[in-house]
């Protein structure tokens, strides 16, 4: 599929109505292509209305969940796909239009083009490629992410993406036409490339919901942004200057992608780490305890995803986990699950805590315990098998791959790309300071539980009955082995 060179991308926007009033598109250095001001922008150039209009994208090109129901009306051939594997979210809805385009794009000739032509046949042909985020890494460049939080997340998104596409050539097995496309010109390749368009190009629009809108996607992410996008009385995507931004003519208009996103976050959606951002922050998944009967059933029964969230703010730590605390729970405590049969016949799981039934309430365990005796007991349990897990993480990133030797390992051809070692090693270096950070932290909080006297009592109260329960000293008598 050949690109269209961004030389080209005017006449597309005149054609298709887009207006640039204040707006073009430049190559910005380090950034790729971004938008800048064309006269300068201060809050004088505001209208009667008390607004500035940068750019203005019609509310037909805006690509949403309503435009994809849209197009199934005008091509029978999307409307058979969208039929059976679509219908199940925004994105995998929009990830069906952007591979039907991408099909499309490969035609060989006008004549041989299986769908209905939209002005997205031609945009997707200016967007860059490949897309800098880890899951279109290579797998030497991946590499670099061993020990990282990202090292998990991006093999379980890979699965999770070539999983997704076996689903889908499934379900289009049926319809001849489908079949032929899916096992034949569309890749997994291209349902990786939909996703990551996705994932780094996609805005939640006031009205439209999360939606890809053309050009408006050129812009820049800056913690200092100088404009924000909204929706008008006609639907139309705007960019408009924030309130007291003056913004000169030639200088880059950026917007936000969201001011309190980790490095690892970043890296992932759009593939660069925001160096000007304060955040240091990344979140571990968390295992069920090897010894625990209940393991299996709590993650089960748990609403969200078993995870730790880490951060450090002002040199304060914190962390934030509503699995951690079920996780720590057991019978003895009085956590309990009853299979229960509903009024339809059907039997349910549920969860029961001091004889109260919290099914619904799976991440509330930490106020849940508040006010049980053993409360600084279940506390200090959380604390070490939070220590462990941080001493785990960050056992693996300090064996991570040293960069030197990675970069003399590959001066062949496979050579990682120098952007892709340098987001890897800085991710490094953040999830680094944040996990020493915690550990400390963490061995504090413990030495502080373990002088606590309910904790002392408890813990006294175990060992006396685990001296009561061990076996004495073997007797020397004959009659012991008669």
């Avoid at 299986?114 to 997707?124: G, Q």
């Avoid at 990786?192 to 939606?211: F, M, Q």
């Amino acid at each position: 599929m050949a690109q269209l060179s961004i030389e080209a991308f005017p006449a597309w926007a005149l054609l298709n109505n887009v207006d640039f009033v204040d707006a073009e598109i430049r190559n910005i250095g380090g950034k790729g292509f971004g938008l800048v001001a064309k006269h300068d922008i201060t809050d004088e150039s505001r209208d009667a209305s008390g607004q500035a209009t940068i750019l203005r994208i019609p509310r037909d090109l805006v690509l949403s969940s309503e435009a994809v129901e849209e197009y199934a009306k005008v091509d029978q051939n999307f409307k058979q796909l969208l039929d059976v594997a679509g219908h199940q979210s925004t994105r995998g809805d929009i990830m069906l239009y952007l591979l039907t385009h991408l099909v499309q794009s490969k035609a060989t000739s006008p004549g041989t083009r299986a769908f209905a032509s939209t002005p997205w046949t031609e945009y997707i042909r200016f967007l860059p490629r490949p897309i800098p985020v880890p899951t279109m890494w290579t797998n030497d460049e991946r590499e670099l992410l061993k020990g990282t939080s990202l090292e998990a997340a991006v093999s379980a998104k890979l699965s999770a993406l070539s999983s997704e596409y076996d689903k889908l050539c499934e379900e289009a097995s049926a319809l001849s036409f489908w079949n032929t496309i899916l096992s034949e010109v569309a890749t997994l390749d291209d349902w990786v490339l939909a996703d990551a368009w996705y994932r780094s190009r996609c805005l939640e629009l006031p009205r439209a919901g999360h939606a890809m809108v053309p050009g408006l996607d050129m812009a820049n992410h800056s913690q200092s942004h100088s404009a924000y996008y909204d929706e008008n009385s006609d639907g139309d995507v705007v960019l408009l200057p924030r309130l007291g931004s003056n913004i000169p003519a030639g200088a880059e208009i950026t917007i936000s992608y969201g001011e309190a996103k980790p490095a690892a976050e970043m890296l992932f959606s759009y593939g660069f780490i925001d160096k000007d951002s304060t955040v240091k922050e990344l979140t571990l998944h968390l295992e069920s305890l090897p010894d625990d009967p209940l393991g299996r059933a709590k993650l089960h029964i748990y609403k969200g995803p078993p995870t730790v969230r880490l951060s450090i703010t002002n040199d304060n730590v914190h962390w934030a986990s509503p699995f951690l605390y079920l996780l720590i729970l057991n019978e003895e405590d009085g956590l309990a699950f009853r299979v229960l049969q509903d009024t339809s016949g059907g039997r349910q799981l549920k969860l029961f805590w001091q004889e109260e039934d919290v099914t619904e309430r799976t991440g509330e365990f930490e106020t849940l315990v508040q006010n049980h005796p053993l409360h600084q007991v279940f506390k200090l349990r959380a604390v070490a098998v939070l220590e462990e897990r941080v001493a785990m993480q960050l056992d693996r990133i300090s064996s991570g791959p040293s960069y030197g030797a990675t970069e003399q390992s590959h001066a062949a051809a496979n050579e990682p790309r120098g952007e892709c070692r340098l987001a890897a090693e800085t991710l490094r270096d953040l999830e680094t300071q944040v996990l020493q950070g915690v550990a400390q932290a963490l061995e504090n909080e413990k030495a502080r539980l373990l002088q606590d006297k309910a904790v002392v009592t408890y813990l006294g109260s175990t060992e006396d009955v685990q001296n009561e329960q061990a076996p004495g000293p073997a007797s020397n008598d004959d009659d012991e082995f008669s």
